[in-house]
């Protein structure tokens, strides 16, 4: 149906997140990891940190590694439809049975020492990463970074960033400077970490962590686009000529340490990396549309950009909802144009955005926002539209979206 795992049933595994919320901190899970036999050194790690981007990156990366023929693990976060997301096992995703037996091993542990359900998570994949005998692990930061779990990997010493932006303002600060800081902090001694274009206070940020804790900061341009001499992108849209270009860095990086990394394995990676919900089109009911998981201002002005290149503008009709602890008139102000309409929907298990609330923080809008009961009367709702409808806002609600839809064959990358 989607290419991704069937949804695996953890509940008697992983406590709710909403009952322990976010609890940053590294000494639980290192002290939890130690009771369990360190199985995180049994490998190396590259890591990737940032608001955006975050997820594209790490596929790049892992698909770079496979085409050079390594071992490979990625821990991601959040999952579309299953769990089983989180854990890809070189050309596999881990299987619900390996999953649920990793994660029963940590109970114990995991009760003892007071572990999230995140750390439990991410024990259990270290502990796979050893089984599995990986050569490297790609590991995705969850929130953050200086506190976030993959940071208690002690053997990081290629780092990644993708775009910082404001997002996590409740955990990670009101301001660029303390998100970015927050960011910067997955930085080590020794280390190298690469990163794309940033905003001037960021920028700053990462330079001077980078200098405090003696790690090289390298800073790469977007990849041109393939009509320019560029190399074909598997993943879809400008803005992954960014996240590109930093997953092309790590390797390069890597080549140089001696991993047997080549220009030829870069160029294979890069056209064959796949990542669902990114800028994707699919069917519904035989109706074209775009998904896309844009869930923060920063992801929705970018996602605005490339539907504006795509066909100029126009009225379209967008299916949208917004966690309600994202910046919900933010993220509809980027994405909505005058004419456009939009179909609000509130996403299965957590606190969403209303109509009435956007249009008292949005009253610009009023009239251009309806409320529907759920994702298939939405769906319903965008087949009039001309343009090509989207579906966006939240990967939770492209998770409850992707099982009603039917698979747009997979486009090629554009040739040069």
């Not at 919320?21 to 000494?27: A, F, M, N």
């Not at 598997?234 to 000529?241: P, S, W």
């Amino acid at each position: 149906m989607t290419g991704l795992p069937e949804p695996v049933e953890l509940d008697d595994l992983l406590e709710p997140f909403a009952v322990r919320g976010v609890d940053l901190g590294l000494e639980r899970l290192r002290t939890a990891l130690a009771a369990g036999g360190n199985p995180e050194a049994a490998f190396p790690a590259v890591q990737v940190a940032g608001t955006n981007g975050k997820g594209s990156i790490c596929t790049v990366v892992h698909a770079i590694l496979r085409a050079a023929s390594l071992r490979v693990g990625t821990y991601r976060s959040p999952h579309l439809i299953s769990w089983c997301e989180r854990v890809r096992l070189d050309d596999r995703w881990i299987s619900p049975g390996e999953l649920r037996a990793d994660l029963a091993r940590w109970q114990e542990i995991g009760r003892r020492h007071g572990l999230t359900p995140f750390e439990l998570l991410t024990a259990a994949a270290f502990d796979r990463f050893a089984a599995e005998a990986v050569d490297l692990a790609v590991l995705e930061v969850g929130l953050g970074g200086r506190l976030d779990a993959t940071t208690a990997h002690p053997r990081r010493q290629v780092l990644g960033f993708g775009a910082i932006g404001m997002d996590h303002r409740e955990h990670l600060g009101s301001t660029l400077a303390a998100i970015a800081f927050e960011k910067a902090g997955v930085m080590t001694p020794g280390g190298v970490a690469i990163s794309g274009p940033q905003e001037p206070e960021a920028r700053r940020v990462l330079e001077e962590r980078a200098a405090e804790l003696g790690c090289r900061l390298r800073w790469v341009e977007p990849l041109p686009a393939a009509a320019a001499g560029g190399p074909l992108l598997g993943l879809q849209g400008d803005l992954q000529r960014s996240n590109a270009a930093v997953a092309a860095a790590m390797a390069e990086e890597l080549a140089a340490q001696g991993w047997p990394i080549s220009e030829t394995a870069i160029r294979t990676g890069l056209a064959a990396a796949r990542w669902p919900g990114r800028l994707e089109r699919w069917q519904w009911q035989g109706r074209e549309l775009l998904i896309d998981g844009a869930h923060n201002p920063p992801a929705a002005a970018a996602l605005r950009q490339e539907i504006d290149r795509l066909d100029g503008g126009g009225a379209r009709r967008w299916l949208l909802g917004i966690q309600r602890h994202k910046d919900g008139p933010a993220v509809v102000g980027h994405l909505l144009r005058s004419g456009d309409q939009a179909a609000i929907v509130a996403i299965a298990d957590h606190a969403s955005w209303s109509v009435e609330e956007l249009t008292t923080a949005l009253p610009q809008c009023t009239g251009q926002l309806r409320a529907v009961s759920c994702v298939a009367e939405g769906l319903a709702w965008l087949e009039p539209a001309g343009l090509l409808p989207v579906v966006a806002g939240s990967l939770y609600l492209l998770g409850q979206v992707l099982p009603l839809l039917e698979p747009q064959p997979q486009l090629e990358p554009p040739q040069p």
